[in-house]
């Protein structure tokens, strides 16, 4: 069964791509194909450095904007770190957190997530809290053990009423940016853990609030097939949210 009691989240990260024309020119047109948008919930996740503009080109529409990391402290000593709050003056209202970028390229740690995602919370940002196993960990038999782990640290300061704003991205990290997609057994089996484990975590009524989005190499011709398996509540997508020509039919994936 396809639970589509949680409004389906198709989100797209930029990352360290775009300059601020084109940045702007792509929420312009994403923002004119999407009407009200009240059937899908949409938001970009963009350099920090362009989101004052990017916010006010999207205002006035359902698309969301967000930031693609934080820090957990409010402010202080901490060269080239942005507060929660700072995305929020300058009109975010969601940011990635623990994307695997961060924690392999920029060897965040683990310990960081749980502060990150409650840092996160208390600024009113909504969170993406981004879990998944590198090839070694899957050719090693560890996923499951990966992915919990990493559900423990980044939940570790959620409670059951902050459910509904946390959303959790399973992106298996040999599939980003790869062109290699998990197979549609993959994705089910990897939601189905998460999901199980939010249930014993929150309770069943908060966990079942919570979505699940799958994300690495997300493209036009995968996404409806990833969006029919169950427990798979959105997409999150780096280099085909890049364009209007990829992204748009990802939003649309079941028109
Ligand atoms: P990709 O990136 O779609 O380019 O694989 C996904 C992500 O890193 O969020």
């Keep these: 069964m396809t639970n589509r009691a949680r409004k389906p989240y198709i989100a797209g990260n930029w990352k360290m791509n775009l300059d601020r024309a084109r940045s702007l020119d792509l929420i312009k047109t994403v923002k004119g194909r999407l009407g009200d948008g009240g059937d899908r919930e949409v938001g970009f996740f963009v ?22 990391n934080i820090y957990f402290e409010a402010n202080g000593a901490f060269t080239g770190e942005l507060a929660p709050r700072m995305l929020r003056e300058v009109g975010a209202d969601r940011v990635l957190v623990g994307h695997s970028e961060r924690r392999h390229v920029f060897r965040e740690p683990d310990d960081w ?17 981004c879990v998944g196993e590198t090839l070694d960990e899957r050719k090693g038999g560890k996923t499951d053990r990966v992915v919990k782990r990493q559900l423990e640290t980044g939940f570790e300061k959620v409670r059951p009423d902050d459910a509904h704003r946390v959303t959790v991205a399973y992106e298996p990290v040999w599939a980003i940016g790869t062109g290699e997609t998990a197979t549609t057994e993959q994705a ?4 189905r853990t998460i999901r199980k484990w939010l249930v014993q975590r929150l309770g069943e009524a908060p966990a079942h609030l919570i979505r ?32 209007a020509d990829t992204f748009l039919p990802i939003i649309e994936y079941d028109r």
């Design 188 to 191: 089910a089996q990897a939601h």
């Design 47 to 68: 350099p920090a450095i362009y989101l004052a503009d990017v916010t006010a080109v999207a205002q006035g529409s359902p698309l969301g904007v967000g930031g693609q």
């Design 212 to 243: 699940i989005l799958y994300g690495g190499s997300v493209k036009p011709d995968n996404a409806k097939e990833l969006m029919a398996v169950e427990d798979v509540d959105g997409l999150l997508v780096g280099g085909a949210s890049l364009q």
């Design 113 to 129: 997530m749980g502060r990150k995602v409650r840092a996160a919370l208390d600024a009113d940002l909504l969170p993406i809290y």
